[in-house]
């Protein structure tokens, strides 16, 4: 939206709706009452909302920003979300740094912001040239009365302290530890709600913090990043780093975002969309101390402190599994936890889950670059929603009509299976009249041409091992296809895009160099074997050996990521996993067959029932493949399981509670291998379905 002349713009009642922004309303938003703000920006006498969050104005001061500076600006979406995050940090009164590239709209946005709420805009510019005397002030020689007198005169920063306004500290890790050690006990004095501050430079001067005195910092990447170089910029100590909410942009705008801003300058009307989601509204403001007596919060402060010490876990030490492209260190310290509950005190207004996604959105997903990364903190959040106690339903038996009713879902899922595949599962069709269906299943092929078929599977079985291992393979003899397996099945799963491999049961070692290893087996799969002091691993030291016999696996390549929309190719499963969902027996989601669910569900005696039953098998025999199995097959058959950005569960417990998952191509394809809580859902997670046979 572009910032005009005319004023009058600002105090409109109803949603900002010039030609040049368009608003995506929903129907019904619970969290919208009468009275909240329903516009990208407002300008009230008192205050100024920015995407709902309500910032009082300042008292003005010498070094307000002129607004005419701002009027010509046009601001994109990321333009108002990041005004939202800046207004966050000031009603929170957390200090808030930003890291991102140059010109993407940091110091504009403090500035701007200074204009619209009437208050000082301090900048200090730090650099290895700053001085203590431009930061905090110092003495000089004054003539007064005729006299020569030393008289002590303001840096910005104590200029703000004393005064009010925003202090920007631009190019924050371009200081050295002499600045540094003047800053942070100010920012220290803040967070501990000092009303005093104590200057040394000048007699230990007790300078009263005026209350609206606020710290916001930006800076670039430290070292090297995508391929740009920021030279002098220094990597926080986690002392430092730990006082500031951290946000990480972007380096450079995006192409989108480049041209609406440059389009839009140039009078061009712009479409902005910006949904309910998006717009975040103060609470009242309840005492922290009261916080534990609203049902839900306690469950959130615990499952919030799992979550902190999962991402501190993965995202720390030389071998971290996030925040692998960032250079500055990320921290996890107690004022973390105390930012996370001052903003659920303030936002809260009787959701209580929704409080606290927002409250995690902006400390801690907003410290990571990469999308995957942020979606895996998302779901972790999403996993640890609290659910109320259920009160005790009423109702003590089956409506009359709940018969016919599942009845009805049960033709209309072999109506819609029969649709995709022309093939219907047993275990679905029972004792249907539809004897079309019925032949459709006991089709087979005939005993000759499944004995060539079985012949031939297994000559190219011992050709792709000998492909694959080189020399190793001599000792290698590929057995028979099992017995047990019938002709039915053997159709079956052809037309499903299942297909047999032989596993030879031998262990891939970290320096094997196999002919068919284009894409070697994760490092961490053998960093995660090593016995620690007590004798104990966190992955079974067996993992990097291959499972010894004939598997049938799914040979689908993953979906690539598309928002949690995207869908397997042609899913025999996803009416059932439909049916599944309906029945409870796996979380719902947006994408009813969808294969997003966690280890945990896809181990449910009754889940994995009702898959072997979908698949022609024993539940026995059903799993998911081991990390060292994804890797073997998809080198050896299918490189394509390693190019998407998706990832899946795999069959290999993790210490704690957890599973190993991988396959995504960010990270390294059929190289990767990761972990998770086995109970968590991410909507980049699917699973593969693997069978053994006995040996």
């Not at 990208?40 to 009082?56: A, I, T």
């Not at 007790?206 to 910029?233: I, K, S």
């Not at 220094?234 to 500031?244: A, I, K």
């Not at 049960?410 to 539809?434: C, F, H, M, N, Y």
């Amino acid at each position: 939206m572009k910032y005009m002349k005319n004023e009058s713009q600002f105090n409109m009642t109803t949603l900002v709706e010039a030609e040049d922004v368009q608003v995506n309303k929903k129907t019904e938003n619970p969290e919208r009452k009468e009275g909240l703000s329903k516009k990208y920006f407002e300008e009230r006498e008192d205050v100024c909302v920015y995407l709902g969050v309500e910032v009082p104005k300042g008292e003005g001061g010498d070094l307000v920003p002129n607004k005419s500076a701002f009027e010509n600006y046009y601001l994109t979406k990321e333009d108002y979300i990041l005004r939202r995050e800046i207004a966050t940090s000031l009603v929170l009164n957390k200090p808030l740094l930003l890291e991102g590239g140059t010109g993407i709209g940091k110091t504009s946005a403090v500035a701007n912001m200074c204009a619209d709420l009437n208050t000082n805009y301090c900048k200090v510019a730090f650099g290895r040239n700053t001085t203590v005397e431009d930061v905090i002030g110092n003495k000089d020689v004054d003539i007064v009365d005729g006299k020569e007198v030393f008289l002590w005169h303001d840096g910005k920063l104590l200029k703000a302290i004393r005064e009010g306004g925003i202090a920007f500290l631009d190019e924050y890790n371009f200081q050295g530890s002499k600045i540094a050690g003047h800053v942070n006990p100010i920012i220290d004095a803040i967070l501990n709600g000092y009303k005093t501050v104590s200057i040394p430079e000048n007699n230990h001067e007790q300078v009263t913090v005026h209350p609206n005195f606020r710290l916001v910092a930006a800076q670039n990447p430290p070292g090297t990043e995508e391929g740009q170089e920021f030279p002098g910029r220094e990597v926080l100590g986690s002392e430092t780093f730990g006082r500031w909410a951290y946000h990480k942009m972007p380096l450079k705008m995006s192409k989108e975002m480049r041209l609406n801003r440059r389009k839009g300058t140039m009078g061009k009307k712009i479409g902005i969309n910006i949904t309910d989601s998006e717009f975040r509204f103060l609470g009242n403001d309840i005492p922290t101390s009261e916080l534990i007596d609203i049902p839900g919060m306690e469950h959130w402060a615990e499952k919030s402190v799992e979550i902190i010490e999962m991402l501190e876990e993965k995202s720390s030490g030389a071998g971290k599994d996030m925040a692998k492209d960032q250079r500055q260190k990320l921290s996890f310290n107690p004022r973390l936890e105390q930012g996370i509950d001052r903003y659920v005190a303030k936002f809260y207004r009787g959701d209580v889950n929704q409080v606290w996604s927002d409250a995690l959105e902006y400390f801690l997903v907003n410290m990571y670059k990469s999308d995957i990364d942020k979606e895996k903190v998302r779901e972790a959040i999403r996993q640890s929603y609290y659910i109320p106690p259920k009160t005790e339903s009423k109702r003590k038996g089956l409506d009359e009509n709940d018969e016919e009713d599942e009845e009805k879902e049960k033709q209309d899922l072999i109506d819609r299976i029969k649709k995709a595949k022309g093939e219907i599962p047993s275990w679905i069709v029972g004792d249907t009249e539809d004897s079309s269906v019925k032949a459709e299943i006991e089709t087979a092929p005939s005993t000759p041409e499944f004995a060539k078929a079985k012949l031939e599977l297994q000559k190219s079985e011992t050709e792709a091992i000998k492909k694959y291992f080189g020399k190793t393979a001599e000792a290698i003899e590929v057995p028979p296809i099992p017995a047990e397996i019938t002709a039915e099945q053997f159709e079956f799963w052809k037309n499903n895009k299942f297909k047999l491999h032989y596993s030879p049961g031998i262990e891939i070692k970290k320096d094997n160099e196999f002919p068919g290893m284009k894409e070697r087996l994760s490092d961490n799969i053998y960093e995660w074997m090593k016995k620690d002091d007590k004798g104990k691993s966190k992955i079974n030291i067996d993992s990097a050996i291959l499972p010894k016999g004939w598997i049938l696996i799914d040979e689908r390549p993953k979906p690539q990521y598309d928002n949690g929309n995207q869908m397997y190719e042609d899913d025999i499963l996803a009416p059932v996993l439909e049916d599944l969902r309906k029945k409870g027996l796996i979380a719902g989601y947006k994408e009813k067959g969808s294969r997003n669910v966690s280890n945990d569900e896809f181990n449910k005696p009754e889940v994995k029932e009702t898959f072997a039953k979908a698949l022609k098998i024993k539940p026995e025999q059903l799993e998911l493949p081991k990390a060292v199995l994804f890797n073997y097959i998809g080198n050896k058959s299918h490189p394509e399981w390693g190019n998407t950005n998706t990832w899946e569960w795999f069959q290999d417990e993790y210490t704690s509670g957890s599973r190993l998952n991988g396959g995504d191509s960010g990270n390294g394809g059929l190289s990767y291998a990761d972990y998770a809580s086995s109970g968590f859902r991410f909507d980049s997670l699917g699973f593969r379905p693997s069978v053994r046979f006995s040996v």
